[in-house]
C-alpha cells in the first residue's frame, strides 16, 4: 500500500476558535464564479465581523480536500451550516465565532472545498479558474492559470481520481 503523504495543512478561522487539520495533497486549487458561489459568497460577507469571501473578480478560491482527510481539531461546537437554498445539497460552514467562511460542502460529493483565504501559511497555488461564464461583467480575470466557462474536464478527472483512491483507502 502507497505511504500517505506527510503534509498536514491548518485551516483556521479569523479568531483562532475553530481549526482544521488538512492532510496529505489537495485534489486541486480552483477559483469558481458560478452565480451560487457569488450569492453565497454575499451572503456570508454581509454577516456582522465577517471577512471577504470572494476576491476582486468576483470568485470564490478554494482548495479541495477529500473528506476523509479533513478533520476538526478544535472549535467543532460554534461551526454553522449556511444555505442558499432549504433544499440546497451544498452548505457553506461558518464560524459562528467571527463569522469566518471555512469551507462548502457539496453533500453528495466525497470533498470539502476550503476557502483558499483560511490556511494558515502558504495555501496551494490556483491551478484553474471555472465557471467564468458567470463572472461578473465588469471583472477582467488574469491570465495566470487557465480558465473554463464550465467545469474543466480535469477538474472532473481529479475528483473521480479522488474518489477512487477514497475507495481503495489510499
Known amino acids: 500500500m502507497r505511504q500517505q503523504s506527510k503534509i498536514h495543512r491548518i485551516v483556521l478561522c479569523a479568531c483562532g476558535?475553530?481549526?482544521?487539520?488538512?492532510?496529505?495533497?489537495?485534489?486541486?486549487?480552483?477559483?469558481?464564479?458560478?452565480?451560487?458561489c457569488q450569492e453565497g459568497g454575499r451572503h456570508i460577507q454581509a454577516l456582522p465581523r465577517a471577512q471577504s469571501v470572494l476576491d476582486p473578480d468576483g470568485g470564490s478560491s478554494y482548495v479541495l480536500y477529500r473528506k476523509d482527510r479533513m478533520h476538526c481539531s478544535k472549535?467543532?461546537?460554534?461551526?454553522?451550516?449556511?444555505?442558499?437554498?432549504?433544499?440546497?445539497?451544498?452548505?457553506?460552514?461558518?464560524?459562528?465565532?467571527?463569522?469566518?467562511a471555512m469551507f462548502l460542502d457539496f453533500q453528495k460529493g466525497h470533498w470539502y472545498s476550503v476557502y483558499r483565504a483560511r490556511f494558515d501559511g502558504a495555501a496551494p497555488p490556483v491551478q484553474m479558474r471555472i465557471q467564468t461564464r458567470f463572472k461578473p461583467e465588469n471583472s477582467t480575470l488574469p491570465d495566470d492559470v487557465p480558465t473554463y466557462p464550465g467545469y474543466?474536464?480535469?477538474?472532473?478527472?481529479?475528483?473521480?481520481?479522488?474518489?477512487?483512491?477514497?475507495?481503495?483507502h489510499r
Open 17 to 36: 476558535r475553530v481549526e482544521f487539520e488538512a492532510l496529505g495533497e489537495p485534489i486541486v486549487s480552483a477559483v469558481c464564479y458560478c452565480d451560487d
Open 152 to 168: 474543466a474536464f480535469g477538474l472532473i478527472a481529479k475528483l473521480l481520481s479522488a474518489r477512487v483512491a477514497m475507495l481503495l
Open 75 to 100: 472549535g467543532d461546537d460554534v461551526l454553522r451550516d449556511f444555505r442558499i437554498r432549504e433544499t440546497s445539497p451544498t452548505r457553506r460552514v461558518v464560524a459562528s465565532c467571527c463569522n469566518t
